[in-house]
């Protein structure tokens, strides 16, 4: 079996420190529009982080598509209400907002859980992304998960019925609590997956010896393999507002990283390794990294098997 296309990224190309820190665009590369197709000329797949917060619009997705080459894609995180997290009803369309308690409209933080706004918001999710679909740039709706939402019947059936709001759009999975992938749950889970062609996403943050962090578990349970790079620094991890950098991966962690992808390479059809140390740029120089070393090993490759 040939290996896959590897296909790098990182989880944001607006991160506010990246555009503060000038370590990434060029002057006079300021514009929404001209940071898309800067960012496009480096990498060929980027996550989507804005729509976790609030929903889409149609008009977003035409105009990715047109700053954007052929074959480049867009991963697209699922709407907070739709993954258990609270949202400010304030961002929401009107004809949504009027779909919540009278109560709850006033608040900037709500869980929703009523099944009619849940469908309604997974409804104009699909629909703001059909130019997207249209033009073969649509990669995954990234479903993350919370540290809240564990290992039990009832919430893989809610996943399943994720799945059914996504109307036929490829969803992809990320587990933030432990009991998915312990020792005895982590084949059950990945059965599911595969028998429901649902992607995992293996997911790379700080190991703090609870089930509240997920264990790096690589796998791939489709035709294509994702894993999301969230850093490994615990500290900042159980504080985001601690004041320092976000990880950055060195060079011994990105050639393992790098193997790996090549590895999970003879397993799907495509692996996708997302970069989501966005702060101060860290994603961006781990993700030219990780491309030169696959650079690196593809060429390795090829003078070993010359000498054959």
Not at 84 to 106: F, S
């Amino acid at each position: 079996m040939s290996p896959a296309a590897i296909r790098v990224g990182t989880c944001s190309w607006t991160e506010k420190s990246l555009l503060e820190s000038g370590a990434f665009y060029p002057a006079g590369i300021s514009s929404p529009e001209a940071r898309l197709k800067y960012y496009a000329s480096r990498f060929d797949t980027v996550e989507i982080d804005s729509s976790y917060y609030a929903l889409p619009s149609r008009q977003m997705a035409e105009a990715w598509c047109q700053r954007t080459p052929e074959r480049f894609l867009f991963h697209v995180k699922a709407y907070g209400a739709l993954t258990g997290h609270c949202i400010d009803p304030g961002l929401l369309p009107a004809e949504l907002r009027k779909l919540l308690p009278t109560a709850d409209r006033q608040h900037s933080e709500v869980h929703v859980s009523e099944s009619e706004p849940l469908r309604e918001m997974a409804a104009a999710m699909v629909e703001a992304l059909v130019p997207l679909k249209k033009a073969g740039k649509l990669g995954f709706l990234i479903f993350q998960f919370p540290p809240w939402f564990t290992c039990k019947n009832a919430n893989r059936d809610y996943i399943l019925h994720c799945k059914e709001l996504m109307q036929g759009l490829p969803i992809a999975v990320e587990f933030r609590h432990g009991s998915w992938l312990t020792r005895q749950h982590a084949a059950e889970t990945f059965a599911f997956l595969k028998e429901h062609k649902i992607t995992y996403i293996t997911c790379d943050e700080p190991q703090l010896g609870t089930l509240e962090t997920a264990p790096f578990r690589p796998e791939a349970t489709t035709s294509m393999a994702y894993l999301r790079m969230h850093g490994r620094n615990p500290d900042r991890w159980l504080n985001p507002s601690i004041n320092q950098a976000e990880y950055l991966y060195n060079e011994d962690e990105i050639t393992s990283l790098a193997s790996l992808a090549r590895r999970l390479s003879f397993k799907a059809r495509t692996v996708f390794i997302m970069f989501n140390n966005c702060q101060s740029g860290n994603a961006i120089v781990n993700a030219r990294q990780l491309q030169e070393r696959l650079l690196r090993q593809s060429g390795d490759l090829g003078h070993s098997q010359e000498g054959l």
